[in-house]
Every structure is written in structure tokens, then in C-alpha cells.
């Protein structure tokens, strides 16, 4: 786990828990049976679903999470030691190759944040296929569904838009990302199963005074912009620009999400 990873996840969190839907979060838990639990975490990072998810679960709770980053894992066990809200534990698994060595019997639910719209069409049919037939609830958290807007508007920000969904679709170590497809995508994979799915949006609302996050986040279209071959002085405009929006706290920002939760059919 690089600096960065450590301080971008640290910068989003906050933004991530108050976007999340609280409709769909509650017909997740509702369908949760009424004792301590087990809960499997997918693409877990450094354990942002359990900071979420435990200030709404009443009933002692023991997390399983996933990740391919070890380092990130670590990062999650040292920030869960002293909890004394359930027990956490660490698997490390390459999710693309292994997802179906994760035992669903074992637990009650499963769920991920953040991490489907960095998937493929055939690893969403996979897990489609693995959650539906363990017959357990999941909830999938932000996942990014293509939309964006900005206050007040640079003619650029739509150019910008476009090239990083596209690029949001390259490959992310599963082979074509859905990127905003995503969650259409799954939720209907998991219909055609004969799932119920409760679903909402959980959009980023990022305020003027989320100065760090938003020069950091934009930076990254930035890159973004470089790498799909924008040209470079409309580019350069367009973040200084920004930049001056953001240091005079000026700039509001949405980034759309949604959030589903997949219940067992009554």
C-alpha cells in the first residue's frame, strides 16, 4: 500500500459515509438474523464498510475481510484492535481468481464498498451467481454510476467526464470494467436470479470547504485527462482553473453513486 492509497482512502471516507443510503442500508439489515452475526467483507481496503456499517448493527458482530493488498489488510487489523465492537479478521484473496473459495456458509451476509465498478461483466455474473445460491443478503456500497456535476461549471468538466468513464472501463485486474454500467448491470443479474434488490442513489456531495479531498480527487481527472491524450493547454486551463475555484472555496461537487442491497426472494 503506497502513501497515497493510505491518504486518498482516508480522505474519502468521510464523504463515503454520509453519501451512503440509509433506505437501502436498513432493508439490509432488517433481513439479518437477530443475533451476533458474520459478515463477509469483498475488496475490503482498509475497512470502511465495518466504520459504516457498525454504527447501525445492534448485535455484536464478526467481520471476515478480503483484499489482494496485505498491507491494507494490516491497515484494517491495526485500526479494528482496540474496538471492542466484535471481531475482526483478514483473508488475503485475489478475488478475480478465487472468489468461489470464500465459504458463504460460514456467514450471514456479504458485503463490498466501492469496488464493483472496478469489475467485469464476467466477474459481476460470478458473483451473481455465488451470492444468489448461498441465498445470503449482500449490500454493495458506492458504486460509481457516471455521473458528475460542478458549481459553478468549466465547459471542461464535461470533456473530463466523458474521458474518465471511458476510462473507468480499461481493465482494473478483472478483466473490461462495467465502470458506470456497473451497477445497473449487477442489480439486474441478480433480478434475473430471482433476487429482490432494494436500490438508491448514495452520490458524493462535496462541499467547497472539502478543500484537500477536492484537490486530490481532481487531480486525478487530471492524470486522467493526460493519459486518454486531452489537449494539454485546454487541460492546464481547466486545473487551474479549478485549483483557484477550490483555494477560494468556491467549488461544489456531486459524483453520483448508487447503492443496492440483494435480499432473498420472500
Known amino acids: 500500500m503506497s502513501s497515497f492509497a493510505a491518504q486518498w482512502l482516508a480522505l474519502r471516507e468521510p464523504l463515503d459515509l454520509a453519501a451512503r443510503n440509509a433506505e437501502v442500508e436498513t432493508a439490509f439489515l432488517e433481513s439479518l438474523p437477530a443475533r451476533p452475526l458474520r459478515i463477509l467483507d469483498l475488496a475490503s481496503g482498509a475497512g ?3 466504520a459504516a456499517l457498525s454504527l447501525r448493527l ?8 478480503t483484499d489482494h493488498d496485505l498491507l491494507l489488510l494490516e491497515a484494517a487489523v491495526g485500526r479494528f484492535r482496540d474496538w471492542g465492537e466484535g471481531e475482526v479478521s483478514t483473508r ?3 478475488l478475480a481468481a478465487n472468489l468461489e473459495t470464500l ?6 451476509a456479504v458485503t463490498t464498498s466501492a469496488f464493483l465498478d472496478l469489475t467485469s461483466e464476467e466477474f459481476l455474473v460470478r458473483l451473481a451467481d455465488f451470492v444468489a445460491h448461498s441465498g445470503k443478503p449482500f449490500l454493495a456500497s458506492l458504486t460509481y454510476d457516471g455521473r458528475a456535476s460542478f458549481d459553478p461549471l ?7 467526464r466523458k ?21 445497473e448491470r449487477a442489480i439486474a443479474l441478480f433480478e434475473e436470479r430471482g433476487c429482490r ?5 448514495s452520490d458524493w456531495e462535496i462541499a467547497s470547504n472539502s478543500a484537500d479531498f477536492l484537490l486530490e480527487f481532481l487531480s486525478g481527472w487530471r492524470r486522467v485527462g493526460r493519459e486518454t491524450g486531452q489537449d494539454e493547454a485546454a487541460l492546464e486551463g481547466w486545473w487551474l482553473d479549478r485549483k483557484r475555484k477550490i483555494s477560494d472555496g ?17
Open 154 to 160: 468549466n465547459p471542461f468538466d464535461e470533456v473530463l
Open 197 to 201: 434488490v432494494v436500490h438508491g442513489r
Open 58 to 65: 445492534p448485535q455484536k458482530t464478526s467481520w471476515l475481510l
Open 92 to 94: 488475503r484473496v485475489d
Open 250 to 266: 468556491m467549488l461544489n461537487v456531486l459524483i453520483g453513486h448508487v447503492d443496492f442491497a440483494v435480499l432473498p426472494a420472500d
Open 103 to 108: 465459504l458463504l456458509a460460514d456467514v450471514d
Open 48 to 50: 470502511s464498510t465495518v
Open 163 to 183: 474521458a474518465l468513464n471511458a476510462h473507468q472501463q480499461t481493465d482494473k485486474g478483472f478483466g473490461p470494467a462495467l465502470g458506470p454500467e456497473a451497477a
